[in-house]
């Protein structure tokens, strides 16, 4: 069966350190990786997405990798703060024209 | 743009009694999601529409539930009759390009009692 995995329901760090998040998933060739952030009561926001044929996209402080050969995508986020404290949301998108399958996040907290 | 925009906020409503979410995309915006989030079961696609037409209906749970798109700027989904396990909190999501980007909704946080 298909399935998209995402490593722990909860992740606790210090701020300052990287944040490491990871995706599984399972029966599914994704054209396109992609990963959200949602605060408590509001809907998933964009933040990145990685294509196929990338290895690694950044932007700021986040950097995702995607392993077509793993079946695995790495979030991190360096240097992190409280405010990065939220739920994180792997999601993909199999060709063009499909919709998107989320995971069913991680939720992070860093502590000051 | 004021986002994608959804009504109600919350709905309380009785087992058996007709429910009708909606939905109002991003202006320009082509495709059109209708998503339910609980924490057993995450964030699961019900139906996923493309220049206003249904393209993928394989999440809607049973035939209690319908989503209709008349035009690109509305779109509704109904659960008729409601029972208490479609208490969730349901987003509509849309966007404009491929890849996707998806743009969410606050959400509507259904509870049947």
């Known amino acids: 069966s298909q399935k998209i995995e995402q490593n722990s329901e909860a992740l606790n760090i210090q701020e300052g350190k990287t944040a490491t998040l990871t995706c599984n998933y399972t029966?599914?060739?994704?054209?396109?990786l992609q990963w959200y952030r949602q605060d408590p009561g509001r809907g998933p926001v964009f933040l990145l997405l990685?294509?196929?044929?990338?290895k690694e996209k950044r932007k700021e402080r986040l950097k995702v990798t995607f392993d077509t050969t793993l079946k695995q995508s790495l979030f991190h986020i360096t240097a992190s703060q409280p405010a990065d404290s939220a739920t994180y949301l792997c999601a993909l998108q199999q060709q063009a024209g499909t919709a998107l399958i989320f995971g069913k996040g991680t939720t992070l907290s860093v502590s000051s | 743009d004021a986002g994608v925009i959804q009504s109600p906020r919350h709905e309380v409503t009785e087992m058996g009694q007709e429910v009708t979410l909606r939905c109002k995309p991003i202006?320009?915006?082509?495709?059109l999601f209708w998503y339910r989030q609980t924490m057993m079961r995450g964030l699961e696609l019900l139906i996923y529409f493309n220049n206003n037409v249904p393209i993928d209906d394989s999440g809607m749970p049973e035939d209690r539930f319908s989503a209709k798109m008349p035009n690109a700027s509305f779109s509704t989904l109904k659960i008729q009759p409601s029972e208490p396990r479609d208490s969730a909190v349901y987003f509509c999501?849309?966007?404009?390009?491929?890849?996707?980007?998806?743009?969410f909704g606050q959400g509507t946080r259904l509870t049947v009692v």
């Open positions: 999501a849309s966007s404009f390009r491929t890849p996707i980007e998806a743009f």
């Open positions: 990685i294509r196929e044929n990338e």
């Open positions: 029966n599914y060739s994704p054209a396109y």
């Open positions: 202006s320009g915006h082509n495709s």
